[in-house]
Structures are given as structure tokens and as C-alpha cells.
Nanobody
Framework: QVQLAESGGGLVQAGGSLRLSCAAS????????MGWYRQAPGQREVVARI??????EYADSAKGPFPISRDAGLNTVHLHMDGLTSEDPAVYYC?????????WGQGTQVTVSS
């Protein structure tokens, strides 16, 4: 059974940085895509994705993307969040797909203080 375990969330001051990590229970190359979504009160939205070939896709944001990267040796993907603002607090979820199957982590909370 696929498991995705997020870490790295927490409380940070506005303008600060966090690096979120998602550790998969199997090789990240088994997944068609891996990525990050976030959910504040309201709809869950995509933040960044990376496909098995390494192509990245980011949410359309005037602020610029949070880069996504992967470490195949650790079966992990990261989300590098710099310049956090009051628009970024949410629960951030790791997401992965294998064909039509979707897998989610339990989520990690990101809070930004002013």
C-alpha cells in the first residue's frame, strides 16, 4: 500500500522559509506524478507537481512558484517555500498518482505570523 508522509510544516514569520518534504513508501519513479496541494478554508488547490520525467508544473501565481524538487535516493519530493506571506497558510498535502489512482498524505500545517 502506498504511503506518503509529509514533514517540515510549522510556524514561520512573514518573509521566512520552510522546506516541506514528502517521503514515499516506494520508489518515486513508480509514480506518474508527485506534487503538493494546499487547502485553506475552501477548495484544495495545486501548488506544484513533477512528473516521472522530471517536468515541473506550477500553480499560476503572480507571486512566483515554490520550487519542487526530488531526491530519488530518499524517495522524497520537496517543496521549497521562500518569502512566505499571509496568503500561504494552509494544510499542505503531498499527492501522487499511478495511472488513475490517487494517493494523499495526511497533510502538514503551515502557519505564517505577521
Amino acid at each position: 500500500q502506498v504511503q506518503l508522509a509529509e514533514s517540515g510544516g510549522g510556524l514561520v514569520q512573514a518573509g521566512g522559509s520552510l522546506r516541506l518534504s514528502c517521503a514515499a513508501s516506494e520508489s518515486i519513479f513508480n509514480f506518474n506524478t508527485m506534487g503538493w496541494y494546499r487547502q485553506a478554508p475552501g477548495q484544495r488547490e495545486v501548488v506544484a507537481r513533477i512528473n516521472v520525467g522530471g517536468r515541473t508544473e506550477y500553480a499560476d501565481s503572480a507571486k512566483g512558484p515554490f520550487p519542487i524538487s526530488r531526491d530519488a535516493g530518499l524517495n522524497t519530493v520537496h517543496l521549497h517555500m521562500d518569502g512566505l506571506t499571509s496568503e500561504d497558510p494552509a494544510v499542505y498535502y503531498c499527492h501522487a498518482t499511478i495511472l488513475s489512482r490517487h494517493f494523499w498524505g495526511q497533510g502538514t500545517q503551515v502557519t505564517v505570523s505577521s
